[in-house]
């Protein structure tokens, strides 16, 4: 089945793209044109992309708190017997009625340069200096410190915490070159242990290799000498009571969100909670 798939928003279209994609998840076999339009604020910008809704009628998904915006949108997807979802309004109304005040109609008003977006800017900074036991001295103003055998995902994982906020270090675990001696005497960080099966992650190595052009017939993808590379990050992890991520079938998403309930645990296990 075709399905054309117009996203309108006002503002950068994060949000409704994110939502769009969750919901097709659920369904199979369905092939997916996406239309894409971001900072959708004017009525004359609107008559161009109505023009093409109108050629390739689909699903009309909307983010707009314009209301002359909204309306016009609104009605000339009636006119044409198209479906058009606001996905936030039970939210928005939800909170409205909670909290007794009528929302703000700004757009993008979630990009707003607050202190919380300057902190996502520097956690991202900090991470990605302090990827692949770089910059190991200042490990203590991590956050959160990853170390797993190559390939487990340590990178895109701490970039993905990154944008979320975190000061992310992290680590690759050599049994030939053992990692520095501050790791165990870590105070503020947590350490988290990254692991996968020995036939998965020789999976990943030899595809990375292929990637590469280089020949794959080392210890690198080696079974015997995978599998005593896995035992050896465990039981470190196990002999210092990191908790362990097994991310064999794991995304970085899933791995990331494990990643964060073990942050808020110890954040309230700290407050006495």
Not at 66 to 93: K, S, W
């Amino acid at each position: 089945m075709k399905l054309h798939l117009h996203l309108l928003s006002d503002s950068t279209g994060e949000t409704l793209e994110n939502i769009a994609k969750a919901a097709l998840a659920q369904f199979d076999d369905v092939e997916v044109l996406r239309h894409f339009w971001p900072m959708v604020r004017s009525e004359t910008h609107l008559e161009r992309i109505l023009a093409e809704i109108s050629q390739n009628p689909g699903l009309v998904i909307f983010t707009l708190v314009n209301p002359e915006i909204r309306r016009q949108l609104e009605t000339r997807c009636r006119a044409i017997g198209l479906p058009a979802v606001a996905p936030l309004d039970p939210v928005n109304h939800a909170l409205s009625n909670l909290l007794g005040q009528e929302m703000k109609a700004r757009p993008g008003r979630q990009h707003m340069l607050d202190a919380a977006y300057f902190a996502r800017v520097d956690a991202i900074q900090f991470t990605i200096a302090h990827d692949d036991g770089v910059n190991w001295e200042n490990w203590e103003e991590a956050e959160i410190v990853l170390a797993g055998v190559s390939r487990t995902s340590k990178t895109p994982t701490s970039i993905y915490l990154a944008n979320r906020g975190y000061k992310v270090a992290n680590i690759p675990i050599v049994p030939q070159s053992p990692p520095p001696d501050l790791l165990y005497r870590l105070k503020n960080p947590m350490v988290v242990g990254l692991t996968t099966s020995p036939e998965r992650l020789i999976q990943v190595r030899r595809n990375r290799l292929l990637a590469l052009n280089q020949q794959d017939e080392t210890s690198y993808v080696e079974q015997e000498a995978v599998q005593k590379e896995v035992a050896y990050a465990r039981r470190m992890f196990a002999d210092n009571g990191w908790p362990v991520i097994d991310v064999t079938r794991r995304s970085i998403e899933e791995t990331a969100a494990a990643i964060i309930t073990l942050c808020n645990e110890r954040a309230m296990a700290e407050r006495g909670q």
